[in-house]
C-alpha cells in the first residue's frame, strides 16, 4: 500500500524556522516526483514546492521563493521542506504529494499524505 | 503565473441528477508536441486529504466512478457527474501542471439540497 507520513508540524515564531518530512514507503521512491501543497485554514489549495526524481528539476511558489527549500533523499524514501523566516500566512496544513513520473514532464499528483500542520504565531 | 477560475463558488446538487463545474485558465494547457491537455481534477471530502479524480484533462484515476467525466478545450475546462451521490459531497479542485508553478482553481463546494 502506497503511503505518505509527513511529521515536524509545529508552532513556531514568526521570523522562526522549521523542518518538515515526508516518509514514503509502499513504492519506489526514486521513480516519482514529489511536491508539498498547503491549505490554510478555511482555504484553498496551494501548491508550494515540487521536486522531480533526481532533484534535477526544482519549482517554488512565488509567496515561498527564497524562503523554503525542498529537497529528498531517495535512499531513505523521504522528502523535507526546510522553512525559514516564517511568516503567519505560513500558517497551513502541508501536505507531502507523489506524482509518478513517465518523462520530462510535471505529472499529476496520484496520493497525498494526511498532513502536518504548522502554526506561526507569536 | 497562470491562473485557474473555477465556477461556481458553490453548487448545491440533488441526488441523482447531473452536475457540473467549470474551470478556466489564463493560458493554454494544450502541450501542442504530444497533444495533451495538463489540467486535473482533485476532490477533498469533509475531513479528508484530496484525491485525485480526473487527470490529463479526461483520464479517471484509479477507482474514480465512471459517473464522473472531464472534457474541455485548451483553456476552458468541465468536469461532469452524471448522477449525483450523496458521497460526491465536498470540496472540488482543477489544477494545471503546464509549467511550474502548479496553480490550483479557487475550489467548488459540492453539497445535496
Known amino acids: ?38 491549505q490554510g485554514p478555511g482555504k484553498g489549495l496551494e501548491w508550494v514546492s515540487g521536486i522531480n526524481w533526481n532533484s534535477g528539476r526544482i519549482g517554488y511558489a512565488d509567496s515561498v521563493k527564497g524562503r523554503f527549500t525542498i529537497s529528498r533523499d531517495n535512499a531513505k524514501g523521504s522528502l523535507y521542506l526546510h522553512m525559514n523566516r516564517l511568516r503567519t500566512e505560513d500558517t497551513a496544513f502541508y501536505y507531502c504529494v507523489s506524482a509518478l513520473e513517465n518523462g520530462s514532464g510535471i505529472y499529476h499528483l496520484d496520493t497525498w499524505g494526511q498532513g502536518t500542520l504548522v502554526t506561526v504565531s507569536s | 503565473d497562470i491562473v485557474m477560475t473555477q465556477t461556481p463558488l458553490s ?45 490529463t484533462l479526461s483520464y479517471r484515476a484509479s477507482g474514480v466512478p465512471g459517473r464522473f467525466s472531464g472534457s474541455g478545450s485548451d483553456t476552458d475546462f468541465t468536469l461532469r457527474i452524471s448522477r449525483v451521490e450523496a458521497e460526491d459531497v465536498g470540496v472540488y479542485y482543477c489544477m494545471q501542471r503546464m509549467e511550474f508553478p502548479i496553480t490550483f482553481g479557487g475550489g467548488t463546494k459540492v453539497e445535496i439540497k
Open chain 1, 1 to 38: 500500500e502506497v503511503q505518505l507520513v509527513e511529521s515536524g508540524g509545529a508552532v513556531v515564531q514568526p521570523g522562526g524556522s522549521l523542518r518538515l518530512s515526508c516518509a514514503g514507503s509502499g513504492f519506489n521512491f526514486d521513480e516519482y516526483a514529489m511536491h508539498w501543497v498547503r
Open chain 2, 11 to 55: 453548487l448545491p446538487v440533488t441526488p441523482g441528477e447531473p452536475a457540473s463545474i467549470s474551470c478556466r485558465s489564463s493560458q493554454s494547457l494544450l502541450n501542442s508536441d504530444e497533444g495533451y491537455t495538463y489540467v486535473d481534477w482533485y476532490l477533498q471530502k469533509p475531513g479528508q486529504s484530496p484525491q485525485l479524480l480526473i487527470y
